[in-house]
């Protein structure tokens, strides 16, 4: 055959097993039938022997060395196993009794042959233990069919036989020995195959015992009758050669390694054992006395009889055994799973109820609390509950000065502090961030107020976390005293109150009463309200002149927004303006005054050099494009950069964290550096406005009213020495000073003699529209502006 013919013929037998295996069997019987039939000579009756089990030893050898199988014992002992039957079968019987009519080789061949039977055995057991979670079972279903099928084979066939047989002698005994190692390594190799998908190799291997049990048997029978193995029982045998060489040859070879776990307590497979345990005894003896087999008694067989149906039983009962250990360690393993479900059940109701900071009830468990004693509360005609909401003031900033871990650790010391003042019945909360809230179920005014109170004092004390002293206080609204309706409505009013307790300054409570949601309403409108005045024109400049002390000339001009809604009363800037700010709506409208203000200042710095100051928030300085904006605008409308004046105020920096600060001066420090000028004003009622001189770039310093008062106030003299001071101050720091709210005449006389050269305020002029202000230039003293 050519290389190429065979390279074909290996590739069809790999796409197409069934067919080359037919054909493969085919070719053994013949190989073997035709010298025994026509009565060649010995050496062309064992040739087909010695050739077909040497290709399947070569077969076995190369391909579990191909797969990576040599390593594992159970595949070197069928390894050798099957090198050892070729060559058992090559010396012993073919060269040493055929060929050489050796009497004691034929023994060597025996005892290799059942060497090599007792290897396979020991390989295949060694398979099936090492299937994950096998254990011995696989061996005890081996085993229950090995006896339930030897049981009636005994009855029906080897037992007859043996019984007419006049032959005995050591032959019998080692054919007698053959089909039972055969039929449990049907039993391993079948159970193997059955749990694994039927997996072609294993099915191959399965076949190739089966057919080697049958060879052995009709061996035995020859045996019993006297006579030498035949023609069947040769075709068997070599058939077995076939078997093993297609398995190892077969492409599922390569997932030999893997096998699968099998189905210790089956029911299908429990049940088939009871059947064939019940089944086997009873058709032997049903058997035997239906077709009259057992004429002549013979003590050996109800010694093998009973022995076999004893093992039977005790393999049966060994089998349930594992079925119930397993049923029970699966029962233990169901157990403990529930036990960890429900643990986890538990985790995730904690996890789902709890603050995973604090360990404190979250939103929704209080919620509840809530829904309890409000109903609670309604059945028994009782005092309502009570509910306070605790902000902690200023938090933000240790999370940007520390970290966000000195900030976590700074929640857990508030929550433990809150703890030691919660007593049984009171849920304590976190909502979130640096939000807490305690409901107090049927607790008076009194009580709220006074848990309120000893709340903000505990609060208040010093902080120690990693060598560090930190301080913080706290706002806290309180709702007591008030039915409401649910536990939303709860947390909305006492929110309320907590709103009202920051906007007063921090640091203390505020009890809702019914102003407070009324204001919120009215807050509410005027928001939208104001959406709707951005939009329809609303909104007005009014400018106020600042003018010079000693000649009474208009310097520059402040712009002042208004809000006049058609048909009702004008809102006050310190209404609105902090609405803007709230809503975000500064913004847009800062954008428009900017705007507006500009177009304006650019007639009256072209014709009298007057600048024009606008007012601009924290938020309108934190937008990434407010520098360019106010640019733009100054370059569209003409307006050279020194007449534009931004005011800040002290009051909106106190209200800014460091890291905020520094991007607003650095905005602040390009525009400076363009031309545009800054002022600060309120100077004097913050903490730190000496620091704000050192640290922001200002040009103008604007003395807040109440350092002015008119002579005759009972501060005037301490408020004149604290004016006199800034007014110094700003001097030899090279700074503008304007002096605000100036009504009388006495004032401005005060001022001018403390040698303050800017002011404005009412006795100079009210705030005026753009108009009047044009009038007012025409109509005053002018020279050319600083």
Known sequence: MSRLSSAALGSACIRRPRSWLVYLLAGTMLAAAVPWLAGLSPVLKVGPWILLQGLSALAVLGMTRRHGLAVLWPWRLIRASVLLAWLSTTLGWGVGWIWLEIPALLSAYNAGTLIAYGLSLTALIGLSLQAPGARGAVLLDAGIITVGVAMPMWSFFI????????????????????????????????????????????????????????????????????????????????????????????????????????????????????????????????????????????????????????????????????????????????????????????????????????????????????????????ASETAPPALLLLDLDAFKDVNDTFGHPVGDELLTHTAARLQTLTTDGQTLARLGGDEFALVLPSATVHDAIATAQDLLAALREPYRLEGRELYLTTSIGVLAGMTVASPSEALRDADLALYAAKNAGKNQLVLFTSDLREARMERTRLTAALRQAVRRGELTLNYQPVVDLVTGDIRKAEALLRWSPPGERPIPPDVFIPIAEESG?????????????????????????????????????????FSDMVLEILARHGLPERALILEITESMLLATTPAEVRR???????????????????????????????????????????????????????????????????????????????????????????????AQGYLFSPPATAQQLDGLLRSVPWRQAA
């Open 159 to 378: 037992e007859p036989a043996i019984d007419r047989s006049t032959h005995t002698g050591a032959d019998l005994v080692f054919a007698l020995i053959m089909p039972v190692i055969d039929l449990f390594l049907v039993g391993l190799v079948l159970r193997l195959a059955l749990d694994n998908g039927r997996a072609p190799w294993l099915t191959l291997l399965s076949g190739s015992y089966l057919v080697m049990f049958l060879a052995d048997g009709l061996h035995l029978l020859d045996q019993a009758a006297g006579r030498s193995y035949g023609p069947v029982s040769t075709v068997g045998w070599l058939s077995w050669a076939v078997l093993v060489g297609s398995a190892a040859l077969h492409p599922s070879m390569a997932d030999a390694s893997q096998l699968r776990t099998p189905p210790l307590a089956s029911r299908s497979r429990v049940t088939f054992f009871l059947v064939l345990a019940l089944v086997s005894p009873v058709a032997c003896i049903v058997g035997q006395r239906v077709l009259d087999l057992d004429t002549v008694a013979q003590p050996h067989d109800e010694i093998m009889f009973t022995g076999l149906t004893v093992l039977l039983a005790v393999l049966l009962v060994m089998r349930l055994s594992t079925v119930a250990r397993v049923a029970e360690d699966r029962a233990g393993e169901l157990s403990t799973a529930l036990l960890r479900q429900e643990a986890l059940q538990r985790s995730l109701s904690h996890s789902a109820l709890h603050d995973p900071l604090t360990g404190l009830a979250n939103r929704t468990l209080l919620s509840q609390a809530l829904h309890q004693a409000l109903s609670r509360a309604a």
């Open 585 to 625: 709506m500064i913004v847009p409208i800062g954008r428009w005054v900017l705007e507006r203000a500009c177009a304006d200042a650019a007639r009256w710095y072209a014709r009298h050099g007057i600048a024009v100051t606008v007012n601009v928030s924290g938020r309108q300085l934190r937008e990434e494009d």
């Open 664 to 758: 607003i001066t650095a905005c602040l420090d390009r525009l400076r550096r363009h031309g545009v000028r800054i002022a600060l004003d309120d100077f004097g009622t913050g903490y730190s406005s000496l620091s704000y001189l050192r640290s922001l770039p200002v040009d103008i310093i604007k003395i807040d009213k109440s350092f002015t008062p008119a002579p005759g106030h009972a501060e005037h003299d301490t408020m004149r020495a604290f004016t006199k001071a800034i007014v110094e101050l700003s001097a030899s720091l090279g700074l503008e000073t304007i002096a605000e709210g100036i009504e009388t005449p006495e004032q401005a006389a005060v001022l001018q003699q403390l040698g303050c050269p800017l």
